[in-house]
């Protein structure tokens, strides 16, 4: 017990904080990509609050819709193999994605700063004390809390506070090795986070417009889709934790 304890000390600690091109391998449409449309909605009409209060029978379809598309999808090759990634070092998933296709591939530490979409809670005023596993994909105007209120996807709308930020910060400050996958770094305050990670020897940001996006200096910028990416930072991690 105490061996296998010092074993995970002495572990490098891998922060991989992805975004929505990490699915986009699994068939799940990136935000950004198409034209500031998402899924061919404006963001204000889908993804705020001011949305649930306006039409909340077209948000609960919107992510009713996500929600099926997801169940569909599997985890891509980069899911797993930062999945397998475990074996070698002590892994951390910081994910903006309100899919679950991390966990789905065997990762074990996986925080969610923008919600999963697989869960809902309440609408009403105390809405971040329980979450409910959605059974399928549908949720509808029938489904209510317990305090009465009509449950919404728990997913973090542009405009709100994100709850999950500090342990974020906390997790991506103790990082060895960062890598950042697949987000355009466009949403904050997400986009942020990399910035706690000063103590990463190593940083890496894999994204098919990585020469487009801005980081600092101290980035290997890999060009590709995140499955490619991941085999060459795979290789690199290998050496550096061996
Ligand atoms: P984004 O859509 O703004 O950016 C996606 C990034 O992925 C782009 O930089 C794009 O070049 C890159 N990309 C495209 N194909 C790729 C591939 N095959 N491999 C690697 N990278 C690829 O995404 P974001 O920065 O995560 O911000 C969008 C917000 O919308 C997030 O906060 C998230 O909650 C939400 N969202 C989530 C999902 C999901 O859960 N899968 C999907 C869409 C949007």
Not at 15 to 44: C, K, P, Y
Not at 106 to 133: C, D, T, W
Not at 137 to 163: I, K, M, Q, S, Y
Request: charged fraction near 25%; hydrophobic fraction near 40%.
């Amino acid at each position: 017990m105490i061996r296998l304890f010092l074993y995970h000390y002495s572990m490098k600690k891998v922060v991989v904080f992805s975004g929505a091109g990490m699915s986009a391998e699994s068939g799940i449409q990136t935000f950004r990509d198409s034209d500031g449309l998402w899924e061919q909605h404006r963001v204000e009409d889908v993804a705020t609050p001011e949305a649930w209060r306006t039409d909340p029978d077209l948000v609960t379809k919107f992510y009713n819709e996500r929600r099926k598309r997801i169940l569909e999808s599997v985890p891509n090759a980069a899911h797993r193999e930062i999945s397998e990634l475990e074996k070698l070092a002590d892994v951390h998933i910081v994910t903006q994605n309100i899919d679950d296709l991390h966990e789905r591939a065997g990762s074990s530490n996986v925080l969610h700063l923008h919600g999963n979409i697989r869960f809902a809670k309440s609408s009403g005023p105390n809405q971040e004390r329980e979450y409910f596993e959605i059974d399928g994909w549908e949720l509808t105007h029938n489904d209510l809390c317990p305090d009465g209120h009509r449950l919404r996807p728990h997913v973090v709308w542009f405009g709100e506070a994100v709850p999950a930020y500090e342990d974020a910060a906390e997790v991506l400050s103790k990082a060895d090795i960062l890598i950042v996958i697949g987000t355009s770094l466009q949403v904050h305050p997400a986009a942020g986070l990399i910035h706690y990670a000063s103590m990463a020897t190593h940083k890496y940001i894999i994204d098919p417009n990585a020469n487009n996006l801005s980081v600092s200096n101290d980035f290997i910028k890999i060009a590709g889709g995140a499955s490619e990416g991941i085999d060459q930072v795979m290789r690199e991690i290998q050496k550096i934790v061996s």
